[in-house]
């Protein structure tokens, strides 16, 4: 049986949440403030991936540290700019 990817979105909202440690509501919240796009069906029904869920723990964590949704949406940000640089140095180096 083939392995699927992390960004294969797998997960039911209610899954997704249990997996994350938060409820149903949260998500719909972090999707409204743009920290997260689940991707939809052709019915408009949310599905997350393994990715998404890592995210949505990131958050979790975050908010209970103290920030806001807009701090973690901060945060969020540099931390995925950070991913990118690091993967762009990596590739730069690979290239050497």
Known sequence: MPTRSPQHAVYAISVAAELAGTAVQNLRVYERSGLLTPVR??????????????????????????????????????????AALRAAA??????D
């Open 41 to 82: 069906t052709s019915g408009g029904t949310r599905r997350y991936s393994d990715d998404d869920v890592v995210r949505l723990r990131r958050i979790v964590a975050l908010l209970d540290d103290g920030l806001n949704l807009a701090g973690v949406a901060r945060v969020l940000d540099l931390e995925d700019e950070n």
């Open 90 to 95: 990596d590739d730069a180096t690979a290239l």
